[in-house]
């Protein structure tokens, strides 16, 4: 069903970017130029049809995110975004080489044609996207100013790249091919809106409030919020939320984080435990009971649903806080299937949800291994890294048969998969979710 | 892994865009 879905939407995709060229081909045309030419224009036009569905993947569409998982959705619209600029960035350079008379600068700059500058002003703009986003902490931008110099250079790159087609007119002579290219770049940016404006607008009429906060073990915080004025939604235990503190929705200052509460809630109150990572999150603490904050979800494919003989939940520091979602769940709806639990922490005084995790041993089939990076003297369980052993010495064979649920940092995510391969779990039977795809 | 399946999908994306726009010059120097 994952690969079914998943393949659907990959076609849409290339759908999206390759009918709007071919859709040059239709009608009255302009006479060819040479094969290399050709291509050159091919791929500009891909490429910027490409960059204007970018804004299709981060705009939070849960039929879109629920197949892949909107890690996962976010790591593709990075890897497809640098082969988008690839391919705008050899259109020019094939230009170049192909057309060095049209790179000629006339006497005076007022004389270059604006199909031209918007060229420039694109390409410039998608460098600078790129730039930021693969460095953005070696360059020391916060997060908030470059998210949102994010989507202005994207808006910018987006229609500036459309103002040079538009302005070099070759292909879109024909009024129709025009008015095409330009709805689609209308449709890109009302992408963009619908997240920015109209969510917002959603948003400010659903709002929430704090109604408790609580220090948790690892230097973490538990925000516990009532819908206010609202029946609040409904959410799937291992999902996430967008939240905003401080803050109107309108501005650019969602966090993601996910729900820590049990799904089975029947007040509409959600809870999100948060550690101080040194960033925004080192004024949570700090919040008051009653602070008005606002949530966007549920969102998330990381959410158990499929039977199986056994959940096996592997934690990382924080990657907690969906599972403690999952086991309090289950709990809740009293449900008899084992769970075990392997969760890694730096040492014991550190394990968030420490105590409440033995309370719930009670309630359901819960096991819970702790794997300790610096353990106390004395300690006799697990240490180090989860590994394949670990695996080995607590998960009863066949290993294939569980469903595995794994957050954590993303060292530790790529030694669990790798480990699982080891193992031969198929793809299918684990969930992952790295916590820090923003 | 699933973003080891992401990133075959965004090259193999890569690929057949070049591969159509390849068709697409092909296509006006042929006519």
């Known amino acids: 069903m994952f690969a079914v879905r998943t393949v659907v939407w990959a076609a849409l995709y290339l759908f999206f970017v390759l009918a709007p060229l071919f859709a040059l081909l239709a009608g009255r045309l302009p006479p060819a130029r040479d094969f290399w030419t050709e291509f050159s224009v091919a791929i500009g036009y891909s490429g910027l049809a490409m960059m204007g569905l970018q804004f299709g993947l981060t705009a939070r569409f849960r039929y879109v995110t629920e197949p892949w998982g909107e890690d996962v959705l976010y790591h593709f619209h990075r890897q497809i975004s640098l082969i988008a600029v690839g391919l705008v960035v050899v259109h020019a350079v094939i230009m170049l080489a192909a057309r060095p008379d049209l790179f000629v600068l006339p006497g005076s700059l007022g004389d270059v044609p604006w199909g031209a500058v918007f060229a420039f002003v694109a390409l410039f703009s998608l460098i600078a996207l790129v730039v930021t986003a693969l460095w953005r902490a070696e360059l020391g931008i916060r997060y908030e100013t470059w998210h949102l110099a994010h989507i202005v250079l994207a808006v910018v790159a987006v229609t500036g790249g459309l103002l040079h087609m538009v302005g070099w007119a070759f292909y879109l002579t024909d009024p129709w091919k025009r008015a095409l290219w330009i709805a689609l770049t209308i449709f890109w940016i009302g992408l963009l809106l619908y997240v920015r404006v109209v969510k917002p607008v959603f948003m400010l009429r659903r709002p929430y409030r704090v109604a408790e906060v609580r220090k948790e073990r690892g230097d973490s915080t538990t925000l516990v919020m009532e819908p206010d004025g609202h029946p609040g939604f409904r959410f799937r235990p291992g999902q996430f939320g967008w939240l905003t503190v401080w803050a109107s929705p309108f501005k650019i200052t969602g966090h993601p984080f996910s729900f820590c509460s049990s799904a089975e809630a029947a007040d509409g109150c959600v809870a999100m435990t948060i550690r101080n990572l040194g960033d925004f999150t080192n004024a949570i603490p700090k919040v008051q009971v009653g602070q008005r904050v606002y949530l966007d979800g549920p969102y998330g494919a990381f959410t158990i649903g499929n039977p199986a003989d056994m959940h096996v939940l592997i934690a990382g520091g924080i990657g907690i806080t969906p599972m403690m979602s999952m086991i309090r769940t289950l709990a809740d709806r009293g449900d008899g299937r084992p769970v075990t639990l392997l969760y890694g922490s730096r040492d014991w005084e550190s394990i968030t949800f420490r105590e409440e995790l033995e309370a719930l041993k009670a309630r359901l089939s819960l096991t819970v291994v702790h794997v300790l990076a610096d353990p106390p003297a004395g300690w006799t369980g697990e240490q180090g890294r989860i590994t394949a052993e670990v695996f080995r010495r607590h998960l009863a064979p066949p290993h294939a048969d569980h469903e595995y649920f794994i957050c954590g940092p993303g060292v530790m995510m790529d030694a669990i998969e790798k480990a699982l391969g080891e193992l031969h779990v198929p793809m299918a039977k684990y969930h992952s979710e790295r916590y820090s795809f923003v | ?31």
Not at chain 2, 1 to 23: D, E, P, Q, S
């Open chain 2, 1 to 31: 892994m699933r973003r080891l399946f992401a990133n075959r999908v965004a090259y193999a994306t890569g690929a057949i865009v070049i591969l159509m726009a390849v068709l697409f010059a092909l296509s006006r120097v042929a006519s």
